[in-house]
Nanobody, 127 residues
Framework: QVQLVESGGGLVQPGGSLRLSCAASGFTLDRYSIGWFRQAPGKEREGVSCISIDGRTYYVDSVKGRFTCSRDNVKDTVYLQLNSLKPEDTAVYYC?????????????????????WGQGTPVTVSS
């Protein structure tokens, strides 16, 4: 069965950290750029980050300096490290495959560019 699975979400206090993981079954991630998105209640899905197969990363301005995307090709897993979390980071976080080796040349922040999605993992930032 082909699927993407996100994990690592949870409840964290403001200023805290989480590490999200994105793993695949039925295929490998090493031929895809991977995007991270989030969707808060009542809001549109927002592009957060994209990582190319060479490790080059892109971020939305609101998370620059706080979130870090990385990939482990041995474990075939992509990570999103969330630091200095704020209540406005509360959302369901999704990973998705971009049909390209590289995020550049695509509107990496646009959900319509991606062709396969995980089910999401919720992140709640609250005291």
């Amino acid at each position: 069965q082909v699927q993407l699975v996100e994990s690592g979400g949870g409840l964290v206090q403001p200023g805290g950290s989480l590490r999200l993981s994105c793993a695949a079954s039925g295929f490998t991630l090493d031929r895809y750029s991977i995007g991270w998105f989030r969707q808060a209640p009542g809001k549109e899905r927002e592009g957060v980050s994209c990582i190319s197969i060479d490790g080059r990363t892109y971020y939305v301005d609101s998370v620059k300096g706080r979130f870090t995307c990385s990939r482990d090709n041995v474990k075939d897993t992509v990570y999103l490290q969330l630091n200095s979390l704020k209540p406005e980071d509360t959302a369901v976080y999704y990973c998705a495959t971009l049909p390209s080796y590289y995020c550049s040349g695509y509107r990496w922040y646009a959900p319509s560019e991606y062709d396969f999605w995980g089910q999401g993992t919720p992140v709640t930032v609250s005291s």
